[in-house]
């Protein structure tokens, strides 16, 4: 698997759901706990997949032609799928089911292979084995399962070990396991289930070769995950997080309640295109709620966003860093029509974001593109550039290559948001109000031709970036260009910028 380095810092089918409010929730993160969070009274307040505390239960008899797993057997789930032909369906009896204790058995499904739960069914890896289903075959299912204790390594994952494509993740459980908790394929869905308290991701949606294609996430808690705090351990990994998305065409990923993980909620990172994060909640993440990283073409709309970034964000100003770390990150990412898509923009709409350490930020690196030493993406060029040593002197400094070298954050839409911060309730008295269009200053290498304040001109004016018609309220500061220049909302409106045209700003709610 592919390591990258993080660069957050300046410079640097019908399905029910189990609906409820998140009134009274524990976490059960690994991280600092927030207090139990009730739906906000801003109308935009959406209920939530209450998914962990009261899964949907199992088939409590074996389905008519299923083959019986009993768990007082050790490998009886090896045994009988390597006994049984494709598109077998297995029914695992109440209790706990083992592996052989050898730390690479595992379960390697046939094709069509279906595996239910009863209830109390669970697959336990005992700290040993670190796989739970692996193997390339497509299209299996796995319903009404917990899958816990396996240990995993770095980056990999315990369901879904090797990216098969058309799996279907359902009404399970993946637990108190070390990586990720699976990992995806092209075609898969993953719907109703609780992802909580993984080591390193609950999801991994990572594919060695090629990308992957028409992914679904659905109706899940996604709670407590990084109980490794990986960034720490491998500083600026950029590593982590409820989900990690990379190189995915085409996410819907909507209807999730994703709260309380260490490090960021949802990170689409290097080369993803065609998502849409609808009627998400995305709260009490220690980072950012959502980063959308060197990535293309995006509608965020519907979802609520509140609580998210105290804790990384306040690490930051207690360091006097000036960055405007947000709890909305879109980093080099942007619209482009010439990238098929359902949109040929980023649209940020009608999402309402309460109560978090700042709001949206829009960011580029003068120094990241392809063939640069600062590009933190492995090697990677983008979606219009498939030959990185292209991009070098001399045709880098014409076009195409100029404008197609570089991952570039424009054509973002942001309406129709209402962004609400108290800061008595954030408990911060500096750097988390801002709203943020930036680049650095850019230096090197030499043959760069984007040093000085080209990008910084081109993010902020040439870009077509644009919020409009939002409602604020609360003491709302913006920051554009570079981190130097914070705005008041008559600046941001003025002639200079030309930002949130409709838009209005109140000090506290009922102004």
Request: with cysteine; hydrophobic share 35%.
């Amino acid at each position: 698997m592919r390591m990258k380095w993080r660069h957050w810092a300046y410079p640097a089918a019908p399905l029910a759901l189990v609906l409820l409010a998140a009134t009274g929730c524990e976490s059960t993160s690994g991280s600092p706990a927030a207090e139990p969070t009730a739906q906000p009274s801003t109308s935009g307040a959406r209920p939530v997949a209450r998914v962990c505390a009261k899964p949907a239960a199992g088939p409590a008899k074996a389905p008519k032609g299923a083959v019986t797993v009993d768990p007082a057997k050790v490998g009886d789930l090896t045994a009988k799928t390597k006994s049984n032909p494709p598109k077998t369906t297995f029914w695992l009896r109440p209790g706990k089911h083992r592996l052989d204790p050898d730390r690479y058995s595992q379960v390697i499904p046939k094709k069509g292979n279906r595996y239910l739960g009863a209830p109390g069914a669970v697959f336990d890896g005992g700290k040993t084995n670190q796989y739970a289903f692996g193997g390339k075959a497509a299209d299996v299912t796995i319903r009404h399962l917990t899958v816990q204790r396996f240990v995993a390594p770095p980056d990999e994952g315990v369901v879904n070990h090797d990216s098969a494509d058309g799996w279907v993740i359902e009404h399970a459980t993946i637990q108190k396991n070390s990586g990720a908790g699976l990992m995806a394929g092209a075609r898969q869905r993953v719907r109703a289930s609780c992802l909580r308290d993984n080591g390193q991701y609950g999801m991994n949606a990572y594919k060695a070769k090629g990308r992957i294609t028409g992914l679904v996430v659905e109706g899940n808690e996604i709670v407590g995950n990084n109980t490794g705090d990986w960034e720490r351990r491998r500083k600026g990994c950029g590593c982590t997080g409820g989900i990690k998305f990379w190189a995915v065409n085409g996410a819907d990923v909507r209807g999730n309640w994703v709260h309380d993980n260490r490090g960021t909620g949802l990170w689409a990172d290097t080369n993803n295109n065609d998502f849409r994060i609808e009627n998400n909640v995305l709260e009490a993440n220690d980072g950012a709620a959502l980063i959308y990283e060197t990535s293309y073409n995006a509608v965020i709309r519907k979802n609520t966003i509140r609580r998210n970034n105290w804790v990384e964000g306040r690490k930051y100003a207690d360091r006097d860093d000036n960055f405007p770390y947000a709890t909305v990150y879109l980093s080099e990412s942007g619209g482009e029509p010439r990238v098929k898509a359902r949109t040929d923009k980023i649209e940020v709409s009608g999402n309402v974001l309460e109560n978090n350490w700042s709001g949206i930020t829009l960011w580029e690196n003068a120094d990241r593109f392809c063939n640069s030493p600062a590009n933190t993406s492995s090697g990677d060029c983008t979606l219009l550039v498939r030959d990185t040593d292209r991009c070098a002197k001399p045709a880098i400094s014409k076009a195409p290559l100029y404008a197609d070298c570089r991952w570039k954050t424009q054509r973002v839409d942001i309406h129709g948001n209402r962004f609400v911060l108290d800061k008595s309730v954030v408990e911060c008295t500096v750097m988390c109000d801002r709203m943020a269009v930036l680049a650095n200053y850019g230096t090197y290498p030499d043959w760069s031709p984007y040093q000085g304040e080209r990008v910084a001109e081109a993010i902020t004016n040439k870009q077509h970036n644009r919020w409009h018609d939002n409602v604020y309220v609360g003491p709302w500061k913006f920051v554009a260009h570079d981190p130097s220049r914070v705005l008041d909302s008559g600046q941001w409106q003025g002639p200079s910028y030309r930002q949130d045209k409709g838009s209005t700003f109140r000090a506290r709610e009922g102004d």
